[in-house]
C-alpha cells in the first residue's frame, strides 16, 4: 500500500511542479504529501487495528485461553504512523527532485 500511494504521488507531483515554477516555493509538496500519502495511510491503519479489535472480540475469551494484546495492537499503531511519515518524508523528497528538474515545454 505504501508502494502504490508513493507511486501515484509522484504521478501526481509531476503535474505540480508547475505550481512551484509559478510560486517558487517547494512548501506545496510537503502540504500535499501530508494530505495525499501520510493521512489515507494513517487512517487506513488506524481503520485496520479497529477492524482487528472489533472482530477479534467475539473470539477472544480468558476460558479458551485466548487474550487481544493491547501491546500487539499499540504496535500496529506505532508502526502505522511511522510508515505513513516515512512514506510522506519520501513522497515530499521525490517531489521536490522532481520540481527542481522540470522545464517548460511546448504543446
Known sequence: MV???LSEFLRFARN???LTAVTGEYEVFRKTAGWAVALPLA???VTGVAVYVFLAQPVTNITRGAELS???CLAFLALTIALSLT????AHAAA???ARVW???AD
Open 96 to 98: 521536490l527532485r522532481e
Open 87 to 90: 512514506a510522506a518524508l519520501a
Open 3 to 5: 508502494f502504490s500511494t
Open 43 to 45: 487512517t487506513t491503519g
Open 16 to 18: 505540480l511542479a508547475l
Open 70 to 72: 493491547g501491546v500487539l
Open 103 to 105: 522545464r517548460p515545454r
